[in-house]
């Protein structure tokens, strides 16, 4: 027994071996990860706004490790963040962090985000990391006193073609001057297009939503779940803003794929029976006639 316990530590001891030097790869690698320098990217260092759009002030780090992040106007003593806690609550500002690991290892991504931004967020903000030394990254925001004045304008996506039972979306994107439009609404064929109508029961969705940047559209989404022949045809979206309608329009066909693919069947089955003679049982090919003439000559000359 006691020869057996001896060989078990001898196994023990070589199995400490043989994981020994990934044990070593393993822990220099995490030592090398919490002792990196952080480090940060090239991102825009001045961003201009008008009065009441969204600011977006980038920050993006390298290795940042366990160490916190926080952004400051220069000419205030307090932080406005610190990770993704704000504390002025007054101001409609936040921090849109992400890991951006897929981009490449250890990538962190903390940009401050003004809405409605005035000329009073005009200056100069610092992304700063919370370690021993001091790693700080500047960014000059200046917000122009007057809003940005876009011409209305709208758009509709979506795929003309469609095969029967397959789904319809469509979206439509409307932008209005100062700020997003109030409404969208959706037509098929001159008909307002509503969720109650039984021709639509069950089978349509319609989702609205304003994106945060650049803040002045709103976008429509019109979902049919499954199509049928009787939704051929126009659909229109129409969109208001600055006291006036706007609209496009998109001709949607729905092609029954089961009855092209029927007829091709047909036509090739068709096609593989005229190749033979109606008239006889056997191919006309003439290398099988010859072959067999051969066939016969040679066994009456051998008789």
């Not at 990538?107 to 401050?112: F, M, V």
């Not at 499954?226 to 969109?239: L, M, N």
Request: hydrophobic share 35%.
């Amino acid at each position: 027994m006691a020869r057996i316990g001896f060989y078990l530590k001898i196994l023990e001891f070589l199995e400490i071996l043989l994981l020994l030097p990934l044990i070593i790869k393993v822990t220099s690698y995490s030592y090398k990860r919490m002792t990196a320098e952080p480090t940060f990217l090239n991102t825009p260092r001045n961003v201009t706004v008008h009065m009441n759009e969204l600011a977006q002030l980038q920050c993006r780090i390298k290795n940042l490790g366990p160490k916190q992040v926080a952004w400051r106007k220069v000419s205030m003593d307090w932080p406005l963040t610190v990770g993704i806690v704000t504390f002025d609550p007054k101001e409609d500002i936040s921090v849109s962090y992400k890991d951006l690991k897929k981009q490449e290892e250890g990538l962190t991504q903390w940009d401050l985000i003004i809405k409605h931004a005035k000329p009073r967020h005009t200056g100069m903000y610092e992304c700063q990391i919370s370690a021993k030394n001091v790693y700080t990254h500047y960014v000059y925001l200046k917000v122009i006193d007057t809003p940005l004045v876009v011409n209305p304008a709208i758009a509709m996506y979506g795929s003309q073609f469609i095969n029967l039972h397959e789904p319809i979306k469509l979206v439509c994107n409307a932008t209005g001057g100062t700020r997003a439009p109030s409404l969208i609404d959706w037509f098929f064929n001159g008909h307002m297009i509503r969720g109650r109508d039984p021709r639509w029961k069950s089978r349509l969705r319609i989702n609205d939503y304003v994106p945060d940047v650049p803040g002045r559209m709103l976008v429509s989404e019109l979902t049919i779940d499954y199509s049928i022949f009787e939704d051929k045809g126009k659909y229109v979206c129409r969109s208001f803003a600055m006291n006036n309608f706007y609209t496009t329009s998109l001709d949607i066909s729905v092609l029954n794929t089961e009855k092209e693919h029927g007829k091709r069947a047909d036509t090739k089955k068709y096609s593989s029976t005229t190749d033979e003679n109606p008239n006889s049982g056997y191919s006309a090919n003439p290398s099988t006639s010859l072959l067999a003439l051969t066939s016969v000559t040679l066994f009456i000359l051998l008789r």
